[in-house]
C-alpha cells in the first residue's frame, strides 16, 4: 500500500510565502511525475506544476515565476515553494504521484488536500 502525506498549508498573507511537502511511503519501486493540483471553493480541480523524475517541470500560466516545484528523490519527496501569494492562490492544495509499486503495477496516488488560505 502506498500514501502520500502532505504537510505545509496554512493562512498567509498577501505576499507571504509558504512551502509544501509531500512524502510517499508504502510499497514503491519507482516514482515517475509527481505535481502538486488545488481545488478553490466552487471551482474545479487544476494543474499547479508538476515535476518528471529527472527533474523536468511544468506550471500553470498562473503561478510561472512564483511558485518553483522541487523533488528528492532519495525522499520520496515533492516540495512547492510558494512566494508572492494572493487570495486566488486560496484553496486545498493536492499532491499526485505516479508510482511503479509492488506487485509492479503503475498507480495514480493523491494525497489527502491541505488547506492554503491567503488573507488580503
Known amino acids: 500500500q502506498v500514501q502520500l502525506v502532505e504537510s505545509g498549508g496554512g493562512l498567509v498573507q498577501t505576499g507571504g510565502s509558504l512551502r509544501l511537502s509531500c512524502a510517499a511511503s508504502g510499497s514503491i519501486f519507482r516514482i515517475n511525475d509527481m505535481g502538486w493540483y488545488r481545488q478553490a471553493p466552487r471551482k474545479q480541480r487544476e494543474l499547479v506544476a508538476t515535476?518528471?523524475?529527472?527533474?523536468?517541470?511544468n506550471y500553470a500560466d498562473s503561478v510561472k515565476g512564483r511558485f518553483t516545484i522541487s523533488r528528492d528523490n532519495a525522499k520520496n519527496t515533492v516540495y512547492l515553494q510558494m512566494n508572492s501569494m494572493s487570495p486566488e492562490d486560496t484553496a486545498v492544495y493536492y499532491c499526485?504521484?505516479?508510482?511503479?509499486?509492488?506487485?509492479?503495477?503503475?498507480?495514480?496516488?493523491w494525497g489527502q488536500g491541505t488547506q492554503v488560505t491567503v488573507s488580503s
Open positions: 499526485n504521484a505516479e508510482i511503479l509499486g509492488y506487485p509492479l503495477s503503475t498507480t495514480d496516488y
Open positions: 515535476i518528471t523524475s529527472s527533474g523536468s517541470t
